[in-house]
């Protein structure tokens, strides 16, 4: 009912996250069938009839308590391994990051993502920097660094198919890191109110195969060096 | 009705319910200075505003500091002389407690006005908005501690006192006393 | 108890009200009042559902003219999404379930004459009223209405600039302020009524579970809206003083603004929340003829959600920049507060066990509450995970998720108290054909409207956009919107047949019994509807808890909290 409309996952971490999703979705799956399977029963058992009064079950003693406390350990018993299950992909996805040797800087600014890449000399504002609007080159299967910032309001880098949103703060750099397993082109949206042009604001994301990515690295800077990489 | 029936503040009069209500009333107060002031530290621990006490008067303001004081101390005397039923004694303490609220104010102006001319606007950088907001915000309580005071004190000359709305006043009184107390170290001193 | 008596007229206020400027406009009694706040929330509500046809049309035919409000666009659409945000939770959410309901219960169901302090309780609503206009009237300033969403972030909201509104803005703000200070002269006269005016016998321990639901409400505002106001107070000054509290050029912290908001923020959805789940509290036990199962683990679960409420705020910003090592304790303590909420639910569900139970109207909005409730309240749990609120915090899922929850509040609740109550406040009884339609078509149209919002969201939808048909992976999921607009034509369809029921019935209905559905909580030994002073010469009499329904061994199936001579008037 909900995990079918997931878009097409292509991110290593995507896979953890929509794990986490699934598993939460099957527990509260359980959840709704069974509060609104007793709730539906309830309903059609003691609906009123003639000469069958009500019971008086006031739920002030321990034995009768039971029946709604013992179901609400087991939601926390859930709640919890939902929480530390999910802590390690929390911590997979934003507070650790692989080592990279592709580190690009995306600028949000009313109403484009401006993708600047070092170039050869790994650095940012220096003269062989490369800027592109509304458009992503990354290689597949090669982790990512990403330095967000935003240049007047707040945006939100959302990448649907990589499972990846950050939203980005004017004044700050936000480091993130993502890691495509499929080539090929995804939506990259802004996720957070930006004024007029959000609805719109939108990049394109490529996805490059290794071998085609050198060929769009090489286009760029006809020289030897990759974008990103240490001589 | 039976006298075992037990009693509740149901019939208890104005008195207890405008000290219920003026305790819940403070209570939301706090928590509006307090967001305000834990925006500051926070802001400070940040490190975006840093404290410019060298710009600040502080002999005035703690010469400020023990105006409002005192102004406590003379609305807790005010208090004393409503219970005893002293209505002349009650009018004179709660002019001393206005005097001396209105001293705070013309003295908070005045330092204002010296940090202005200075060219230390509310604009001037994030500890000075912070400095203005929270002291003006205070400056208005204090304001408006003067206007209810001064209205108890002239009611009382037309013979309209309620003992009691002097207590309550009170208690917003020292309230806004405490909140200086807060501030004073924070903006000043520290 | 000879000290009532006397007091009797100490404590009434002041005499009955005459003439159209006492009774109407400067009105202190309770009940009036509440139907003031009713009247204007429910005309608030118009405004506010007019405000999401025109964004519902616009999603399902983007950029076509829309019937009776004219060409969209992403501008208005902003516009539109904010104010409807607005309005919704702070002129509709709150003036019906507290103001509405909390004006007229509290004193009716403790055992008052009316609120502590009356003249307050009407400055709240005029300030409410004013705050009411304030909004209306910032549509049509130069520049437009505030269109930064209803959190309103800064930098977006600090300067005209960026958003091109200038007035509209500062005047959505000041509409705040204004609303803040009715609520919280409100809550204050609410607590204050609660703590010093309850009936000879009414102990804590015996008072109705909305009476606590509504206290623990406004207790929750009360010590929330503070630090709001704060911000508010800066916001306010980078807009027109030029200071630059959130504005990182100046030195300024954006995020700062998100914590207050926020800190404010879930509070405000149980404040909101606890007295729609404390009118079905009400009705359970009247429709189904037992006790409420568990009452004092109902109280206590009241009291925990609302003290944990107050550190889960940050769960809105997972992913807003904060620090991520904060995310983890935020998870975990939201996770844990749905706990208190599973308690309530299973609680009620315990309540129909074995019970007697009869479908009539505030029952079934009652019932459909409750499943709506849980339907918004497991979705939640997507939202409050920190790693798959990575996916789909600002999508549709959040959306659908709180419509579900709030409108099951607004909605549901607010019906179920409305149809509940609407005897004892207008003294007839509401239509209960019109009813049973307006029932059935909202509850399948709301379904319809809403669902599939959650299928899109996951889809990749985010929220806060104009056009759909811009994005590509959207585009072909456009049937959802247009679904979900349609029966918004349907659900909008079911609400005139309430209005049309609600007014006509004040006039033709049915002339309401003292106590129309045999229910022991005080408000029903009262004429309906109540008179001045609600009580007569003498102040009731509490002898027992709320709801002693078919105690084993009574000659009824209802034993009244009131004892006395009094209880025995009451009969139906
Ligand atoms: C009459 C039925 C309603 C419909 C059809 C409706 C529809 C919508 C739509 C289309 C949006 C905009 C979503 C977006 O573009 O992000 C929205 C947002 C919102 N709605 Fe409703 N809504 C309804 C009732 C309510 C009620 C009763 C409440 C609250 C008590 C409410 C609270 C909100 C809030 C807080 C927002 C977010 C505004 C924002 O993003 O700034 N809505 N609603
Ligand atoms: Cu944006």
């Known amino acids: 009912m909900f995990l079918s409309w997931l878009p097409e996952n292509v991110s290593t971490f995507g896979r953890d996250i929509d794990g986490i999703i699934a598993l939460i979705y099957y527990i509260t799956l359980a959840w709704f069938i069974a509060t609104m399977g007793t709730f539906a029963v309830f309903l059609v058992r003691y609906r009123r009839r003639a000469g069958r009064p009500a019971g008086y079950i006031k739920g002030d003693r321990w034995r009768e308590v039971a029946w709604v406390l013992l179901p609400c350990l087991l939601v926390l018993v859930l709640d919890l391994w939902i929480d530390f299950k999910g802590a390690r992909v929390w911590a997979k996805v934003k507070i650790e990051s692989p080592a990279s040797d592709v580190h690009i800087r995306v600028t949000g600014k009313q109403f484009n993502w401006v993708v600047t890449y070092p170039g050869p000399d790994g650095r940012f504002d220096t003269a062989d920097d490369k800027t592109f609007l509304d458009e992503m080159h990354v290689p597949a299967g090669k982790p990512v660094r990403l330095t967000l910032e935003a240049k007047d309001v707040i945006h939100s880098f959302f990448l649907p198919n990589l499972r990846l949103k950050q939203d980005i703060l004017p ?12 080539p090929g082109q995804y939506e990259l949206p802004c996720a957070h109110l930006c004024g007029v042009g959000h609805s719109g604001m939108k990049a394109t994301l490529i996805v490059h195969e290794a071998t085609d990515w050198d060929a769009w690295v090489g286009e760029q800077w006809s020289g030897s060096a990759r974008p990103g990489e240490k001589t | 009705m039976s006298a075992a029936t037990p009693t509740y503040a149901g019939t208890a009069g104005a008195a207890a319910r405008g000290k219920v209500g003026i305790w819940w009333f403070l209570a939301s107060e706090v928590m509006l200075f307090g967001g305000l002031i834990s925006s500051f530290v926070i802001s400070r621990l940040g490190g975006s505003a840093h404290v410019e006490h060298d710009h600040l008067n502080v002999t005035v303001a ?14 807790v005397e005010a208090y004393a002389a409503a219970e005893r039923g002293d209505r002349r004694g009650m009018r004179v303490f709660l002019g001393l407690t206005v005097l001396g609220g209105l001293a705070f104010l013309g003295i908070k102006a005045y330092e204002y006005t010296g940090e202005i001319t200075h060219g230390f606007t509310p604009w001037a950088g994030t500890f000075w908005s912070f400095y203005y907001t929270m002291t003006g915000l205070h400056a208005l309580h204090v304001l408006i501690g003067v206007i209810a005071n001064a209205t108890l004190c002239l009611g009382a000359r037309l013979g309209l006192e309620r003992p009691y709305r002097v207590e309550l006043a009170g208690l917003y009184w020292h309230f806004v006393d405490i909140v200086w107390i807060f501030l004073f170290p924070l903006v000043y001193l520290s | 108890m000879s000290h009532a008596s006397p007091t009797v007229t100490a404590v009434r206020g002041p005499h009955e009200a005459t003439g159209f400027f006492r009774t109407y406009l400067y009105a202190t009694d309770h009940k009036m009042i509440a139907r003031q706040y009713l009247l204007l929330g429910l005309i608030m509500a118009v405004v506010g559902g007019y405000l999401s046809y025109a964004m519902r049309w616009q999603l399902a035919w983007p950029d076509t003219e829309v019937p009776g409000f004219g060409f969209v666009g992403p501008e208005t659409y902003n516009v539109l999404v904010t104010n409807h945000g607005t309005i919704m939770v702070f002129f509709v959410a709150m003036p019906i379930l507290l103001g509405s309901f909390g004006n007229f219960l509290i004193p009716l169901m403790i055992g008052a004459r009316d609120m502590a302090f009356p003249r307050l309780n009407a400055l709240s609503f005029w300030l409410l009223a004013l705050g009411s206009a304030v909004v209306l009237v910032s549509f049509l300033v130069p520049g437009g209405a505030a269109s930064a969403g209803w959190t309103g972030y800064p930098p977006l909201s600090a300067k005209a600039e960026y958003t091109g509104v200038d007035w509209g803005l500062t005047l959505w703000l000041l509409a705040h302020a204004i609303e803040f200070a009715a609520f919280l002269l409100g809550g204050v006269n609410f607590l204050t009524t609660i703590v010093t005016m309850r009936a000879p016998g009414l102990g804590f321990g015996r008072l109705p579970l909305i009476i606590w639901q509504q206290a623990t409400a406004a207790i929750l505002f009360l010590l929330s809206v503070g630090p709001l106001i704060a911000g508010a107070i800066m916001l306010l000054m980078d807009r027109i003083v030029g200071t630059g509290f959130f504005l990182p050029e100046r030195g ?14 879930h509070p405000e959805v149980y404040v909101v929340l606890l007295p729609a789940l404390g009118a079905v509290l009400e009705i359970f036990p009247v429709f189904s003829r037992k006790p409420i199962f568990g009452y ?8 925990v959600a609302g003290a944990l409420s107050f550190i889960v705020w940050a769960h809105h910003m997972f992913v807003s920049g904060m620090d991520p090592r904060l995310a983890m ?46 339907t918004g309240g497991l979705t939640g749990i997507f939202l409050g995970s920190a790693p798959s609120d990575i996916y789909l915090n600002g999508t549709y899922f959040v959306v659908a998720h709180f419509h579900y929850t709030l409108i099951s509040a607004v909605i549901f609740g607010g019906y179920a108290g409305i149809y509940y109550w609407f005897p004892k406040m207008f003294g007839r009884m509401l239509g209960t054909r019109l009813g049973q339609l307006h029932f059935w078509s909202t509850l399948v149209s709301f379904n319809v409207v809403f669902f599939p919002l959650h299928w899109i969201g996951i889809a990749g939808m985010v929220r806060r956009i104009a ?50 559905w045999e229910a022991t909580t005080l408000e029903w030994t009262t004429p309906s509807p109540p008179p001045h002073g609600n009580w007569g010469e003498a102040l009731p009499v509490v002898g027992r808890g709320p709801y002693e329904y078919s105690v084993p061994g009574a000659t009824r199936d209802w034993l009244p909290q009131r004892t006395g001579a009094a209880a025995a008037e009451a009969r139906p």
Not at chain 3, 296 to 303: E, K
């Open chain 1, 171 to 182: 004044g700050r750099s936000i480091p993130a890191w993502l890691d495509a397993m499929k």
């Open chain 2, 62 to 75: 703690a010469i400020n500091t023990f105006i409002l004081l005192s102004s406590s101390y003379t609305m």
């Open chain 3, 252 to 265: 300024g912290e954006p995020l700062l603004w998100q914590h207050l908001f926020w800190f404010f923020g």
């Open chain 3, 296 to 303: 004092t683990l109902v109280v206590w679960a009241t009291i």
């Open chain 3, 329 to 374: 304790p935020f998870s975990i303590t939201t996770i844990l507060i749905s706990v208190p909420f599973a308690l309530a639910v299973f609680a009620m569900i315990a309540s129909l066990y074995r019970g007697s139970i009869a479908f009539e109207l505030p029952m079934l909005w009652a019932l459909a509450f409750l499943a709506m409730f849980t």
């Open chain 3, 467 to 516: 056009n759909p048909l811009q994005y590509d992976m959207i585009a072909p999921h456009q049937w959802i919107n247009v679904v979900s607009t349609v029966a918004l034509f349907g659900l909008v369809a079911s609400q005139l047949v309430f209005f049309v029921n609600f007014f006509v019935s004040q006039l033709r209905g049915r002339p309401a019994p003292a106590n129309p």
